[in-house]
T-cell receptor
Framework: AQSVTQLGSHVSVSEGALVLLRCNYS??????LFWYVQYPNQGLQLLLK??????LVKGINGFEAEFKKSETSFHLTKPSAHMSDAAEYFC????????????FGTGTKLQVIP | DTAVSQTPKYLVTQMGNDKSIKCEQN?????MYWYKQDSKKFLKIMFS???????INETVPNRFSPKSPDKAHLNLHINSLELGDSAVYFC?????????FGQGTRLTVV
């Protein structure tokens, strides 16, 4: 079984401030972890992913995330928020091996204040 | 080229009608999905197909019937539409390292 928990359904940051969106996962086998972004009235776009190898992964638009197995976490960060970062962010997990069911967290809405 | 395309983008229909949403992927992936996103933005998997074979059916009412004529297509047919079916439906495909999503179909049942 696999699950994802995103802490904070709404996060507000000032423009230029650090963005930190939290994600914790549960998986009985080594996970593949993802962050997706959804802009209003649009589909989901893959921001970044961790499968194997380096635990710090960089994605598009200056975002990065670090896989911490000991903490079962995959938090998303960006050093300096832009207004264009305002969107809904979803953490997701696929358990490696077996059928590839993508399980999503409940999403975090990021608001960027000018 | 659109990797995962679904049609229509918007669908407004009356209760009791039957409607279909089509999905096609040109990524050569073996696995395709249908997800439902409700008004609170929660994404819930409905079905997963692997190489035309149904793998996951997440307790979806049998009014929903997916059909996969080939590996690149996964269509969703919905019978006797109900108000509660109003949502955004996303098609996706995957080859293990992340799923690619279509732009969604916003279904409104009136």
């Amino acid at each position: 079984a696999q699950s994802v928990t995103q802490l904070g359904s709404h996060v507000s940051v000032s423009e230029g401030a650090l963005v930190l969106l939290r994600c914790n996962y549960s998986s009985s086998v080594p996970p593949y972890l993802f962050w997706y972004v959804q802009y209003p009235n649009q589909g989901l776009q893959l921001l970044l992913k961790y499968t194997t190898g380096a635990t710090l992964v960089k994605g598009i638009n200056g975002f990065e995330a670090e896989f911490k197995k000991s903490e079962t976490s995959f938090h998303l960060t960006k050093p300096s928020a832009h207004m264009s970062d305002a969107a809904e962010y979803f953490c997701a997990v696929i358990s490696s091996g077996g059928y590839q069911k993508v399980t999503f967290g409940t999403g975090t809405k990021l608001q960027v204040i000018p | 080229d659109t990797a995962v395309s679904q049609t229509p983008k918007y669908l407004v229909t009356q209760m009791g009608n039957d409607k279909s949403i089509k999905c096609e992927q040109n990524l050569g992936h073996d696995t395709m999905y249908w997800y439902k996103q409700d008004s609170k933005k929660f994404l819930k998997i409905m079905f997963s197909y692997n190489n035309k074979e149904l793998i996951i059916n997440e307790t979806v009412p049998n009014r929903f019937s997916p059909k996969s004529p080939d590996k690149a297509h996964l269509n969703l047919h919905i019978n006797s539409l109900e108000l509660g079916d109003s949502a955004v439906y996303f098609c996706a495909s995957s080859q293990g390292e992340g799923a690619f999503f279509g732009q969604g179909t916003r279904l409104t049942v009136v």
